[in-house]
């Protein structure tokens, strides 16, 4: 009786798995021997453990991250203030100059004085009292080879030229003051001419400082002023430049800013701009520059453009000797290589050191290391950017 029950139900077990939708069982129970049975059910095992592993790796991801894109933009009542760098094309001031380098009174005083525009040396075709000039044309020009700490001396005071930035906050009738002006590394122009650059809300260098958040509606009012008497008779033309920027970020004006020329009023519109680009496993392959801009003191690259330019930096001044070749634009304090040794044969003993160095081929060098830079650079997974639109609201003419 026992045995026949038994019986009944493994044929019916049988049947019942033969016919199951299941993908393997059926050729599990119809194998007939036992040898092929267990490998099939061994591997019909490893199958099903491998789907629920498969499952649960999948659902850990698609619940760690985002699967949906989602686009917002969104204008905000305040925003984080930028950084504003401006920089006097005249970074040497003519009378600080011949204090401690040979210059002379113009030979030709009434040809001297046609050469420039009314009042900036010259009063009615007669020079100003004790004006003097460099010994020869573009000798202030070679200051730019300089280190900064070196020509220091001879560049304007903060305070000199950005003599005002005030806050505006409508419709509050207070105004505040911009910050903090600081002295900010050498800009190099394309004209390799000495620079003086000074910014306002920077915190480049200072890691636990938090740039201040204003309305978006606030107007930043300041002026600049560079005396026409004192700029070097080499540049025929005044101006400066302004560029507004990140405030954990260095910025070149003469790359990056808007040029603004000498007695005249202009009013700027600023677009500030951010994206958040996903990490791993997202092929952004983007990196946080700002969390490494922290541990490393508040300086370094806070984005993709100013890595590439330091990556170059770093490379080209291992092979010159420690000098920042002059194709570099990013701003450094380093003196930079010289592009030829022609000037350095007549110029005098005070530069009679650096003149001894070796001049460099910098395109020869950049072609050897921005393929490199430029792959090694990752984009920036908070990348900001700050447009600016320049509009001119008034103009004085100067005199003639």
């Not at 420039?116 to 070679?142: F, H, Q, T």
């Not at 100013?306 to 002059?326: A, R």
Request: proline content about 8%; aromatic content about 10%.
């Amino acid at each position: 009786m026992w045995n026949k029950k038994k019986v009944e139900f493994s044929e019916y077990a049988k049947n019942l798995y033969s016919n199951s939708l299941v993908t393997g069982i059926p050729e599990i129970v119809i194998a007939n021997n036992w040898r092929v049975r267990l490998i099939r059910l061994a591997i019909f095992i490893c199958c099903i453990v491998g789907f629920i592993y498969q499952s649960l790796d999948f659902m850990d991801l698609y619940w760690k991250y985002p699967t949906i894109l989602d686009i917002q933009i969104t204008r905000k009542d305040e925003i984080m203030m930028p950084a504003i760098t401006a920089c006097d094309a005249n970074g040497v001031r003519l009378s600080l100059y011949c204090k401690h380098y040979p210059c002379r009174k113009p030979l030709l005083e009434h040809r001297f004085c046609r050469c420039y525009p009314a009042g900036r040396y010259c009063n009615r075709r007669e020079l100003y009292p004790g004006i003097m000039i460099p010994l020869k044309v573009g000798d202030i020009s070679r200051t730019f080879f300089l280190a900064e700490e070196d020509r220091r001396h001879l560049m304007p005071r903060g305070e000199d030229f950005v003599t005002s930035c005030s806050l505006n906050r409508p419709p509050l009738p207070v105004v505040k003051n911009c910050g903090n002006l600081t002295l900010a590394p050498a800009c190099p122009n394309k004209i390799n001419e000495p620079t003086a650059c000074f910014s306002i809300n920077s915190v480049y260098g200072h890691p636990q400082k938090k740039p201040p958040n204003i309305s978006a509606s606030t107007a930043i009012e300041f002026e600049l002023f560079s005396p026409p008497i004192e700029y070097d008779p080499a540049l025929m033309e005044m101006y400066k430049q302004v560029s507004l920027h990140s405030p954990y970020a260095l910025s070149n004006p003469f790359v990056e800013g808007l040029l603004l020329r000498s007695e005249r009023s202009y009013k700027i519109f600023v677009k500030q701009t951010v994206k958040h680009l996903m990490g791993p496993p997202y092929d952004t392959n983007c990196f946080d520059y700002l969390e490494e801009w922290r541990r490393n003191g508040g300086r370094g690259p806070p984005n993709r453009s100013d890595c590439v330019q330091l990556c170059k930096k770093k490379s080209q001044m291992s092979q010159t000797g420690g000098c920042v070749p002059t194709n570099i634009w990013y701003p450094s304090n380093e003196k930079r290589c010289y592009s030829g040794t022609k000037w350095c044969a007549d110029y005098g003993m005070s530069f009679a050191e650096e003149c001894k160095q070796p001049s460099w081929n910098n395109e020869k060098i950049e072609r050897n290391e921005t393929n490199t830079c430029e792959t090694e650079c990752r984009p920036a997974c908070w990348p900001g950017e700050t447009k600016a639109l320049k509009k001119k609201r008034s103009c004085e003419r100067e005199e003639e």
